[in-house]
């Protein structure tokens, strides 16, 4: 058998139930100034995002830990050293579990004596604990 015996392709032969329905009436196509409408609406809003984002927008560095600086300078001003020794705010007592950034260098781990320092050098440490 050939599909031109099974009359697969004449839409005619084919069963009423499964021809495919005209499409005329059931949609109407889009007129240009609706079209126009709901593109300024999108832009609109895209615009209104980009706004509001720029209105919040501060210039920041993104990389890890940058506070190390300021907090050395901090401890410099204050102590004479940039040292960090993590104490628990409560007790006074050494505290091993609080966070210390990436930007510093441990010595004495797991010990009371347990110490860090920044892992940049002391210059603007040293500029910001003057100021």
Not at 42 to 55: K, S
């Amino acid at each position: 058998m050939t599909d031109a015996d099974l009359n697969i392709y004449d839409v005619e032969a084919a069963d009423p139930e499964l021809r495919p329905v005209p499409l005329d009436g059931l949609i109407t196509p889009e007129s240009r100034a609706r079209r126009w409408t709901f593109t300024a609406a999108a832009i609109a809003i895209a615009a209104g995002f980009l706004y509001a984002c720029w209105c919040f927008w501060v210039p920041a560095n993104a990389g890890t830990d940058q506070n190390g600086y300021l907090y050395g300078g901090r401890k410099l001003a204050e102590t004479g050293t940039m040292k960090y020794a993590p104490v628990d705010p409560a007790t006074g007592q050494f505290d091993p579990h609080q966070f210390v950034g990436n930007m510093w260098v441990g010595a004495d781990y797991s010990k009371p004596t347990e110490r860090f320092y920044p892992k940049y050098p002391i210059g603007l440490p040293l500029i910001i604990g003057s100021a």
